[in-house]
Every structure is written in structure tokens, then in C-alpha cells.
């Protein structure tokens, strides 16, 4: 069966939940994401079409969203709730084919992970069939590494050095 058309754009909207199961910090991570999520309640912010996946820095001060649709990814200032700079993957051209979005197609960015000090984000299909990393500072594409076909979800090690990328 055909898909329904995606919508022309979506939105991130904020709310913060704990995802602590240690009953000694669980009152006070509850705290501090209440205090947070009435912060941001309510809060939208537009972020690309067929939005994708998400990371925080470990600050908490940065989001990052990729857009599969615009090929894009967005660095969200949570402080000021909006789109500080976008690291543009260049759309994919156009096909005629039946595809709704570019997820039926293999590109489009998808998976997204920070670095613990903030510097570097990893893209997965920002280039077609890659591993992208991107200097968030300068907001530029630094390296590009060929994986498999439509690299999707990535993690990074917990000392940072390896990444680990789940291909469809």
C-alpha cells in the first residue's frame, strides 16, 4: 500500500523527561527536567522537513536534529529556542519515482552524534552511503567516510573514538 504524503514540514517540540532508573538521583534528575520542561513547554522550533534523529550536547546548551527530507542538520540553541546555524548535505536531486521521502531513496540525513566536548558531530547519509563529520564550530563537513548502503542510527564509543553505525 502506498504511503500517505509526508507533510511539508515538521516541528521539534520541546519537553524533557528522565531516563534515570537510580532512585538517589532520580528526585533530583525529575527536578531538573521539570524545571526544564516548563521551560520549554510549548516551545516549537521548526527544523526541517521528515525530521530524523536527534542528539544533546553534554551541556544540555545544544540540540541537534537532522532533516532526512532537507538533508540537513539543524544546531538548536535550547537557551534562545531557535536554530542557531544548519550544515547544509545539499538536497538530493529530484527522481520520479514513487518515494514520499528520501528514506525509500538511501540519503537524506539521518542519525546524529556529538562528541563529549561538543566540537564534532557524526552524520550518517548527510553524503550519500557515508559517515560525515562535521565541525560544529565552523558548521562545515570536515571528513566524509564511505559505508554501507544507508547508514542510519550511529552511537559513539564512551571514550569517543569509535563509532558504531547501523546500515539498513
Do not use: M
Not at 533530583?28 to 521551560?39: D, I, N, P, R, Y
Amino acid at each position: 500500500p502506498a504511503r500517505p504524503p509526508a507533510p511539508p514540514a515538521l516541528f521539534l517540540v520541546l519537553q524533557a523527561a528522565s531516563t534515570t532508573n537510580d532512585s538517589a538521583s532520580e528526585a533530583a534528575a525529575k527536578a531538573a527536567a521539570a524545571s526544564v520542561g516548563e521551560l520549554a513547554k510549548g516551545t516549537v522550533i521548526p527544523v526541517g522537513n521528515v525530521p530524523a534523529g536527534l542528539d544533546i550536547s553534554a551541556d544540555s546548551k545544544w540540540l541537534y536534529a537532522t532533516s532526512n527530507g532537507d538533508n540537513t542538520l539543524a544546531v538548536v540553541d535550547l537557551a534562545n529556542r531557535n536554530v542557531a546555524k544548519t550544515i547544509d548535505g545539499h538536497a538530493p536531486a529530484k527522481t520520479s519515482d514513487d518515494c514520499q521521502d528520501n528514506f525509500c531513496r538511501g540519503v537524506g540525513a539521518v542519525g546524529v552524534a556529538v562528541d563529549a566536548n561538543g566540537r564534532r558531530a557524526y552524520v550518517t547519509s548527510l553524503r550519500p552511503d557515508s559517515l560525515v563529520f562535521v565541525d560544529l564550530e565552523k558548521g562545515r563537513i570536515v571528513r566524509t567516510v564511505r559505508a554501507q548502503r544507508f547508514p542510519q542510527n550511529i552511537v559513539l564509543s564512551a571514550d569517543g573514538r569509535r563509532a558504531y553505525v547501523f546500515n539498513v
